[in-house]
């Protein structure tokens, strides 16, 4: 009981899930920064970012659900530390994980994104249930491209849908990137986590140019500060999958943290140069993108894999 | 000085507002977004909501017509938060100080923190004041 309590509130789950992504996306900022030929915000910026907003005032919503309104960023920091618990164990190789955790993941993974729905239309502002509608949309569009990419990986490593056992095929076979299907595969998931992080150009449910935040633009304080510490935790999570689906997993022995780090940096860097070199697409754009073209992308990828190459 | 407040400090996020001004000022704020000054260094990013903001920057002078909204605003953000004044305008009124929808300067209406005079005041202006402001 304690060690699975020391999984959820210490190690691999909120605090080192929070803190290293806390850092990523500092490495995001920064990356965007340099990118921009800007000097970027100092290390410890996600730190002062969060203390600051749990500090300030929290405002409760007049025209709305303040319980709901309250719950949804707990709720979606549950969600969060349940899928960074369930993606990190099996990916850095604490433990092997249950059979069948891969489809528990999927679910988990939609959780944030739920409750930043549920928590923006209760929030009674015009614009944040634009907002939600739109998020609603972009789940609709990027979740059929993620679960074919992820069959594809299951046919290929042997109808095995445990994600350790999945790694431990790459490690005796090679990495499922250096495969043509593996190719294709990793290029529809990382749109698809492009979409699930709510980055440009997917970042429409909560476009502060157009819709002042949309989903969050009623929160403040405390409940923005909660939000915050999701997207950090969801910047390392999802990242760790993409490393546990193609590159063969994270180790923590010797020289191999080392290539762990670098292989999360990379995929990091990939999602931060996306980010600055699109602008932002229309709902139907998007929507065009994943079910035409990702889905097709994805389709290839499983054909690819029951032929083997 | 608490761990809190030196946070508070790091990060500043600024919401602005526009009161009625000519599009001057609001073009030098701009400019410290860009490399040549890049705000984000001392921690500071525009936002778009004000629940988000902790500096609530005021260009132009107030009218008769946004005095409310001005009024409104203020009141939406969470406190605490600090209102800086940006150009003569929202200041002392400048050179409109005497036309007839002139609704007062800025400090009638809202406490103010900070002002940064000029026409439009230059983006070092701007950066000198808010350092001397956080390090008072």
Known sequence: MTKEIFYFLVFPGLLFAGVLGGFLSWFDRKITARVQFRQGPPLFQPLYDFVKLLAKETILPKYGSPLTFLLSPVFALAGATLAAVFILLPVLGIESGFSGDLLVIIYVLNIPSVTYIIGGLASGNPLAAVGSSREIKLILSYELPFLLVLTSIIIKSGMTINLREIIDVQIAQGANIGSLSGIFGFITILMCVQAKLGLVPFDMAEAEGEICDGIMIESSGSVLAIYKLVKYIMFLTLPALICGLFFSGLELSGINILWSILKVLLVVLLITLIRNTNPRVRIKQAMRFFWVWMNLFAVISIILSIIGV | ?136
């Open chain 2, 1 to 136: 000085m608490g761990f809190k407040e030196s946070c508070f400090k790091k990060s500043l996020w600024v919401y602005h507002l526009s009161a009625g001004s000519c599009n001057n000022c609001d073009i030098e704020i701009l400019d410290c977004l860009t490399p040549r000054y890049d705000i984000e260094r001392f921690g500071m990013k525009l936002v778009g909501s004000v629940r988000h903001a902790d500096v609530l920057l005021v260009t132009g002078i107030v009218t008769k017509k946004t005095k409310p909204r001005v009024i409104e605003v203020y009141e939406q953000a969470p406190k605490p938060i600090v209102v800086i004044a940006i150009g003569a305008c929202p200041c002392t009124g400048g050179i409109f100080a005497s036309g007839y929808n002139f609704a007062g300067p800025l400090d009638k209406v809202i406490p103010v923190d900070l002002y940064i005079p000029g026409c439009p005041p230059k983006p070092e202006a701007m950066l000198a004041g808010i350092m001397k402001l956080l390090n008072k």
